[in-house]
C-alpha cells in the first residue's frame, strides 16, 4: 500500500479528488444501515408500531434509498481521481524513461515495457476507481455492524467474530503461495506482448519466406502459458479467498450455539435475537465481500508496485560537471552485455579535440558499442572513459548532449514533416537553412519535387522514404547541429559511392576543427583521417593514421585491399 502512496503523494488536488470519493463510497454503503438502526430503536422503545412510526419508517427508508443513489454518484469522483492520477504518473514515468541509463531502458524487451504502461497502468488505475473506495467502505460498514452487535449483545459478537483471526491468518498464509503467481502472471503477460510484437513487425519477412509459422508456433505457445499461468493465478486467488471466506463463516455457527445457551439461560430475548441474527447474516455477507477483494487487491497492488519500482531505478546525471569538451581519454575501458565474456576488453586510447578519428574493423568487433560508450549511452564496466579529464557518466547528460551528438547506425525519424524532423536539431533555423542543409546531402532535386516542400509527411519513421533518403535526413540534420562533438556510426551505408563523397565532404566542411568519431567499413572514406582505431574480436589491435596503418597492420592492409574502387 505504501508504493501506492509514494506514487501519488505529491499530487494534492488529486488526493482531495480520490478522498471525497472514498468518504461518498463509505455513506453510501452506511445509509443502508439508517432505516434497520431506527427500526431497532423504534422497536426498543415499545411493542406496538402506531401508524405515524410506521409512515416515518417507510418514509426514511425511501429517503435513505434516495440518499444512497445520491452518495453512489460519488462513484465519478473515484473515476475522476483515478483517471487524472493515472495521467499524471503516466506523464512522470514517462519523463523517468528518458533520464534512465540507455542499458536499463533497452533491459527490457518492448512487451515488457508495453505491458507496464497499458495493462500494469490500468491495474494502478482500478486501485483508484473501485478497489481502495470499496475496501475502505466495506471495513467501515463492518466496523458500523460489530458496533452494533456489540450493543445489542456483546456475547453474540464474540462468538460471531470468533473465527476472524483464524480466517486472516490462513489469508496471510495463503497470499504467501498467491503473490509469486501475480509476478509470473505479469512476466507471462509481457513476454507474451513482446513475442506479439516480433511477430507482427516480422511478418512480411516471414512469408517472403513461407514460414509464417516460423514464429506462430512459439507465440501459439507463449499464449498457452499465458492461459495456464492465468488459471493458476485465478485458481491461487480463488483458494486465497474462498478458504478465509469459509472460515470466517463459521462466525454464524459461533453465532448460533451462542444464541442457544443465552436464550435457554433467559440472557436474550427472542425479539433482541431477530435483530442480532439479522445483523450477523449482514456481516457474513461483509466478510465474505471483504475476503474477495483481498486477493484481487494484491493483484492490482503489484502493479502500483512494478510502478513504483521504476521510479526507483537509477537516474543518468543530468546537471553533472558541466565539462563536454577536450580529448577523449580511454583507460583500460571493458564493457559486458551482461553476457559471459567482455564485449569490449580494456580499451585504452586518446581522441584529440579538433580531431577526425575513424573507428574500423570487421563486423561484431565492438566498433558500435565503443560508440555508444563514447556517446555516454552506457558506462564500461571496468576501467573509464572521460571527456576533457572528467568521466562522461559525471560530466550530465544535459551538458554532454548540448555539444555532443550522436548519428547512429537505424536512423531515427518521426512522424510529420520534413521541417518538424529537421529543426529537433535547432528549433530556431529559418526554412533557408533547412534547405540549404538539404542541398548539402544532395537532396535539392528531390526537395523541388515534393508538392508541399518542407511541409511534405514523411509517415512513422519515415517509411514514405527510401532507405537513402532517411539516412540523408538523418545527417542534413546532423548538419544543421553543428555539434562540437560528432559521433556518427556507420551514417552513410545506404548510399551510392558518390552520393557518399558528396555528404562526407559536406560533414567535414560544416564540422571542420570539430571533433568527428566515425564508425566505418569503407576505408577510402576515412584515408584521410587524423587516427584510424582499428578493432578486432573487442580489442584495439592498432592505431595510428592510414599510412601508419598500412605500415604496421596487416590485417589493415588486407581491409585496405579489398576496399572497392
Ligand atoms: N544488446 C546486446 N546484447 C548482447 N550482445 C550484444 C548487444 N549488442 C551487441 N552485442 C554483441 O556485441 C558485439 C559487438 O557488437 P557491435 O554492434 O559493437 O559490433 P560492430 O563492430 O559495430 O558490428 P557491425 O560492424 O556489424 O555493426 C557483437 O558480438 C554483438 O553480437
Known sequence: MSYIYKLIRNNQSVNRIVLLGWVLRVMEELVDLVPVVMFIWMVNQGDVFSLLQITALSGL??????????????????????????????VTLLDRLRRLPLNLLLGKRSGQWQHLFTTQFKQFEEVFSHLLADIIAQLMLFI????????????LALATLLPLPIAWLCYRLLSQFFTPKITADHHEQALASSQLFEYLQGLTML?????????????????????????????????????PNLISQFGLVGFLVMSGWLISNDVLAIQTWVFTALIALYLMQVQHTLSMLLPESKVLLSSAKALYDIQTLPNQTIEGKGVSYGRFVLDHASFNHGLETDTLHGLSASINEGQFCAIIGPSGSGKSTLLNLLAGFQAPSSGSITLGGIDIADIGTKNLYQSLLHVGQHVQLFSGTIRENLLIADSLSTDNALISVLEDVGLH????????????????????????????LSIARALLRRADILLLDEPTSALDSE??????????????????????????TIVQADQIILMEYGRIVAKGSHQALLKKSRLYRDMWQYTPE
Open 144 to 155: 458500523a455492524l460489530i458496533t452494533i452487535l456489540v450493543y445489542l449483545q456483546p456475547m
Open 499 to 524: 552520393t557518399q563523397k558528396t555528404v562526407l565532404q559536406s560533414l567535414h566542411k560544416v564540422y571542420q576543427n570539430k571533433t568527428i568519431i566515425m564508425v566505418a567499413h569503407r576505408l577510402d
Open 445 to 472: 532535386q528531390w526537395f523541388t519535387n515534393l508538392p508541399l516542400g518542407l511541409d511534405q509527411q514523411i509517415g512513422e519513421n519515415g517509411m514514405y522514404l527510401s532507405g537513402g533518403e532517411k539516412q540523408r
Open 61 to 90: 427508508s425511501i429517503f435513505a434509498l434516495l440518499l444512497k443513489f445520491a452518495f453512489a454518484q460519488g462513484g465519478y469522483f473515484n473515476f475522476v481521481g483515478a483517471y487524472q492520477s493515472t495521467n499524471q504518473l503516466r
Open 207 to 243: 512469408k517472403s519466406y513461407a514460414v509464417t509459422d516460423l514464429l506462430l508456433e512459439p507465440l501459439v505457445m507463449r499464449l498457452q502459458i499465458l492461459r495456464r499461468s492465468g488459471l493458476t493465478l485465478e485458481k491461487s486467488g480463488g483458494i486465497a479467498s474462498q478458504v
